[in-house]
């Protein structure tokens, strides 16, 4: 700006001296010419006063002009946010706007000729020795984060960006250095460290807490796998127990129906017949007769009584005619003494279909599960059905009465006998599956199967 002002101070005096050299000449001219030369020669002084004066305001005008544009460079220098230096090749401050002095704690007057690096601090002494060197040296820009020390003490982080540029023809070199102040992103940065490497360790407390939990749990699963092993060797320990408990359970009843069925019953047999003998050969009106006839009739019923037991036990009719006659024959007798109940029995497998084996399987599961319809359901109506279907026999005892929670263990015992848990036993043992599906007022069904 001040150069530009110089400049046309020289331009005005060199155009005043031309006018003085040219009213000179013209005054030389007018002694030797005549009047009409004169009158010419004022009229042009008169036309070249009125052209000076238009220049003079021109030049006026752009002086003013100049002074704007000198005033609003500055007040944008000064009050830019952004600090702005110009330094020599030492490093001295030649130039700094406003915020440049308040980064650096002190008064722009007395920062100028002050070496710049006396306010850096000791730790960024090398970074910015090496910024203002690569700066003069490549003359390309150059950025860098430094640390400032004001002059009071206090610290703060600057960003600098410098660029050499050369003035005086190239003769000198200036920098025109940058300085933005990021002391607040500088301490978020580092409040962002702190945050990850507190993260970071609870990353690795929480890691380590879950190796340790891992570690507990893959103890406590291989605890439990051993303890599950137990289990199934117990469970299957007890599976052959009961198996074998249920085949000498067999076993007894059939002994004790032989025994009773070969003893007692043969012996009521032949007492009865000697009774009745006895009884032919008295009077019809003999006393001894009528105590006798008394005895006869009491020791048909214990006959009777007798092969309901060993029936019980184990049905003869199942070795001797088989499961199909056996099943027919139990629904047939369930019948008869729950006369109140509706009972629809079908039976759509033939004999030979059957495993010898789960013959006495069917019959005692349909034999537990009458027993508990005629003691615990109060059903009227009963639907029973032994078929094959494919490879499948499937054994189905419906009801409509009562029902039950089938979850509730409480139910589990239901009935005498073997119960609704031996009746699942004695279904898995045989290599089949129960399932007794009941809800309360619903009414309860057993459906087994076996695959053959």
Not at 243 to 252: N, P, V, Y
Not at 286 to 309: D, F, K, N, P
Not at 346 to 367: F, N, T
Request: overall charge negative.
């Amino acid at each position: 700006m001040r150069k530009t002002g110089a400049k046309n101070e020289r331009e005005f005096k060199k155009l005043r001296t031309r006018a003085e050299e040219f009213l000179h000449k013209r005054s030389e001219d007018s002694r030797t010419s005549p009047v009409e030369n004169v009158q010419k020669l004022i009229q042009e002084l008169h036309v070249h006063q009125v052209e000076l004066e238009m220049q003079n305001e021109e030049l006026r005008n752009a002086q003013t002009e100049l002074a704007e544009s000198r005033d609003k460079y500055f007040d944008l220098y000064d009050f830019a946010p952004i600090g702005y230096f110009t330094l020599d090749e030492k490093g001295l401050i030649l130039e700094v706007n406003l915020t440049g002095a308040d980064l650096l704690g002190s008064d722009r007057a007395a920062l100028i000729k002050k070496v710049f690096s006396r306010f850096v601090a000791p730790g960024s002494q090398d970074a910015y020795y090496s910024h203002r060197k690569q700066a003069i040296e490549t003359g390309t820009k150059q950025v860098s984060e430094i640390e400032l020390k004001r002059k009071n003490g206090q610290s703060s982080h600057a960003q600098i960006q410098s660029v050499a540029v050369q003035e005086n023809e190239g003769n000198t070199i200036r920098l025109r250095t940058a300085v933005v102040d990021i002391t607040e992103r500088k301490r978020a940065e580092m409040a962002l460290l702190a945050a990850h490497s507190h993260l970071e360790k609870k990353i690795e407390e929480r890691t380590a807490d879950l190796l340790t939990n891992n570690a507990q749990l893959h103890q406590e699963i291989e605890r439990r796998t051993l303890v599950e092993q137990a289990l199934k060797g117990s469970e299957m320990e007890l599976h052959l127990l009961t198996s074998r408990l249920l085949t000498i359970q067999e076993d007894e009843r059939k002994a004790i129906a032989l025994d009773l069925h070969d003893t007692i019953t043969q012996n009521l047999v032949a007492i009865r017949m000697f009774v009745e003998t006895k009884l032919r050969a008295m009077p019809d009106d003999s006393q001894t007769g009528v105590s006798l006839e008394r005895i006869y009739s009491m020791i048909g019923e214990c006959i009777a009584e007798l092969r309901r037991i060993v029936d019980h036990l184990r049905p003869s009719i199942l070795d001797d005619l088989g499961v199909i006659i056996a099943v027919n024959r139990l629904c047939e007798e369930f019948q008869e003494m729950n006369h109140e109940l509706s009972v629809e029995h079908e039976v759509a497998v033939k004999e030979k279909e059957i495993p010898e084996g789960l013959k006495i399987v069917i019959y005692r599961i349909l034999q537990e599960a009458l027993n508990n319809v005629s003691k615990h359901s109060e059903a009227s109506n009963v639907k029973i059905s032994l078929r094959k279907i494919e490879s499948r026999i499937e054994l189905v005892i419906k009801d409509d009465g009562a029902g039950f929670d089938a979850e509730d263990k409480r139910t589990q015992g239901l009935g005498k006998g073997i119960g609704l848990t031996s009746m699942k036993e004695r279904a898995y043992l045989s290599g089949g599956s129960i399932s007794i599906q009941s809800r309360k007022g619903l009414g309860t069904a057993v459906m087994a199967s076996w695959n053959y």
